[in-house]
């Protein structure tokens, strides 16, 4: 169960930064934080920002699923057993085989990893060239971003967990998306609504 009083200032602003450098030096300089807790949060900062084959770089595994599943339902008319492949090793990835072994602590420290990097992926959503169309030439409005950006967290979670029928191992990615999607700007909130009914979900 997701709940968020159980994690004190210290923690909170962890999962505040964005900067992968600044969020392990927080992480280094915990101090009122249980051993299990520490260790939890570094375990799932090391799944997500250590590259096996190249440990001395740092990367960001779920920055790059969010960047990549939105092409999935880009292309949803073309792809039917890639959407069950990409989902099961999504799930894999997120380490959600079995989310029912975790204790609250750590299915709360999940969803606010996912969330950071959910707002890290929408921070980059007011770029210039975001939602750009007709092969960039078409510059995005405003508008046209909010939505580009409903749409991607919308089809990176709940469409493919839905279209896969991984909706009970993939509940806490989408509940995480789907709030800090919220949080970010109240008229995409509207344009998820919009997507879910569109859908029939």
Same mark, same amino acid.
């Given at each position: 169960?997701?709940?968020?009083?159980?994690?004190?200032?210290?923690l909170?602003?962890?999962?505040?930064?964005l900067?992968p450098?600044?969020?392990?030096?927080?992480?280094?300089?915990?101090e009122?934080?249980?051993?299990?807790?520490?260790?939890?949060?570094?375990?799932l900062?090391?799944?997500?920002?250590?590259?096996?084959?190249?440990?001395?770089?740092?990367?960001?595994?779920?920055?790059?699923?969010?960047?990549?599943?939105?092409?999935?339902?880009?292309?949803?008319?073309?792809?039917?057993?890639?959407?069950?492949?990409?989902?099961?090793?999504?799930?894999?990835?997120?380490?959600?085989?079995?989310?029912?072994?975790?204790?609250?602590?750590?299915?709360?420290?999940?969803? /606010?990893?996912? +969330?950071?990097?959910?707002?890290? &992926?929408?921070? !980059? =959503? *007011?770029?210039?060239?975001?939602?750009?169309?007709?092969?960039g030439?078409?510059?995005?409005?405003?508008?046209?971003?909010?939505?580009?950006a409903?749409?991607?967290?919308?089809?990176?979670?709940?469409?493919?967990?839905?279209?896969?029928?991984?909706v009970?191992?993939?509940?806490?990615?989408? /509940?995480?998306? +789907?709030?800090?999607?919220?949080? &970010?700007?109240? !008229? =995409? *909130?509207?344009?998820?609504?919009?997507?879910?009914?569109?859908?029939?979900?």
């Amino acid at each position: 169960m997701i709940d968020t009083g159980l994690i004190d200032k210290e923690l909170m602003d962890y999962y505040r930064e964005l900067s992968p450098a600044e969020r392990k030096l927080r992480l280094e300089a915990f101090e009122n934080q249980d051993e299990k807790v520490t260790e939890f949060c570094r375990e799932l900062y090391k799944r997500r920002h250590t590259d096996p084959k190249h440990p001395e770089k740092t990367v960001d595994f779920l920055l790059w699923k969010l960047a990549y599943l939105p092409g999935l339902y880009a292309k949803k008319w073309l792809f039917g057993g890639q959407v069950k492949r990409e989902a099961a090793a999504t799930v894999e990835e997120l380490g959600l085989e079995n989310p029912d072994k975790y204790s609250d602590i750590e299915q709360t420290l999940i969803y /606010l990893e996912f +969330r950071n990097a959910a707002k890290r &992926y929408l921070s !980059t =959503c *007011e770029s210039d060239g975001y939602a750009n169309g007709f092969f960039g030439l078409k510059k995005s409005t405003p508008e046209d971003k909010k939505l580009k950006a409903a749409e991607d967290i919308w089809s990176s979670s709940r469409w493919l967990a839905i279209r896969s029928g991984e909706v009970d191992r993939l509940e806490i990615w989408c /509940l995480a998306l +789907r709030d800090e999607l919220f949080q &970010y700007d109240k !008229t =995409c *909130e509207i344009y998820y609504g919009e997507l879910e009914k569109k859908a029939g979900y």
